[in-house]
């Protein structure tokens, strides 16, 4: 049976996908799913302009951002590596440019292609369930799912030409969101309800 759904997924009939809040599971009809889409990239393009690909752009910016990082003794060399792919000074760490005596960077290899053809990003929907109750749902007819159920669109980043950059950043940051922010510091809305549990005076006898 499990091999029978994942068919149908392939074959883009239907869509099983985890909702915004909450363990529910729906499956949906693919077109359901593809008016879910369309409709809300039709609502942030009327408020956007016209949108060009710029993945090689957005890989050379990272590159060259890390470089100055590291040439500022900001990273280690290994870091910026496991980013962009790139080596400082070659593999041996000592290749300099003729002309004026800089460091030369080159590709790692065996993952050149990895690094410099990465994914695009893309867009699901995520389906706010919770805003119905379990009655409503199951009145929702499989052809009016873009309709009742609320959804926002949610951009899946991984393995993409900004994937390793923005893995790295949170890795960096929220250690220091966290020192820094302390208190005020929160991952999900449940630690807020057990920081305030925590919180309150004893109770009087």
Same mark, same amino acid.
């Given at each position: 049976?499990?091999?029978?759904?994942?068919?149908?997924?392939?074959?883009?009939?239907?869509?099983?996908?985890?909702?915004?809040?909450?363990?529910?599971?729906?499956?949906?009809?693919?077109?359901?799913?593809?008016?879910?889409?369309?409709?809300?990239?039709?609502?942030?393009?009327?408020?956007?302009? *016209?949108?060009?690909?710029?993945?090689?752009? =957005?890989?050379? %910016?990272?590159? #060259?951002?890390?470089?100055?990082? !590291?040439? @500022?003794?900001?990273?280690?060399?290994?870091?910026?590596?496991?980013?962009?792919?790139?080596?400082?000074?070659?593999?041996?760490?000592?290749?300099?440019?003729?002309?004026?005596?800089?460091? *030369?960077?080159?590709?790692?290899?065996?993952? =050149?292609?990895? %690094?410099?053809? #990465?994914?695009?990003?893309?867009? !699901?929907? @995520?389906?706010?369930?919770?805003?119905?109750?379990?009655?409503?749902?199951?009145?929702?007819?499989?052809?009016?799912?873009?309709?009742?159920?609320?959804?926002?669109?949610?951009?899946?980043?991984?393995?993409?030409?900004?994937?390793?950059?923005?893995?790295?950043?949170?890795?960096?940051?929220?250690?220091?969101?966290?020192?820094?922010?302390?208190?005020?510091?929160?991952?999900?809305?449940?630690?807020?309800?057990?920081?305030?549990?925590?919180?309150?005076?004893?109770?009087?006898?």
């Amino acid at each position: 049976m499990l091999k029978e759904l994942r068919q149908l997924v392939i074959d883009k009939i239907i869509d099983i996908r985890k909702v915004d809040k909450g363990d529910t599971i729906l499956v949906i009809n693919f077109e359901e799913r593809k008016k879910i889409e369309d409709a809300n990239i039709s609502k942030v393009a009327a408020l956007c302009d *016209k949108q060009e690909s710029n993945g090689v752009e =957005n890989r050379l %910016f990272v590159e #060259q951002k890390m470089k100055e990082l !590291y040439e @500022l003794k900001f990273i280690e060399g290994k870091e910026l590596t496991a980013v962009t792919g790139l080596l400082p000074g070659g593999v041996n760490g000592k290749l300099i440019h003729r002309e004026d005596g800089s460091l *030369k960077y080159t590709h790692v290899l065996d993952t =050149n292609e990895y %690094f410099a053809r #990465q994914g695009t990003p893309y867009v !699901y929907p @995520l389906l706010k369930a919770h805003k119905l109750t379990l009655d409503e749902l199951k009145q929702v007819k499989p052809d009016e799912v873009s309709l009742r159920i609320p959804a926002r669109l949610v951009v899946g980043m991984s393995s993409c030409q900004m994937s390793r950059i923005q893995a790295w950043l949170e890795a960096f940051l929220t250690p220091l969101s966290k020192l820094y922010g302390m208190f005020e510091y929160t991952k999900v809305s449940t630690a807020i309800l057990i920081d305030f549990d925590k919180a309150k005076p004893p109770s009087r006898k």
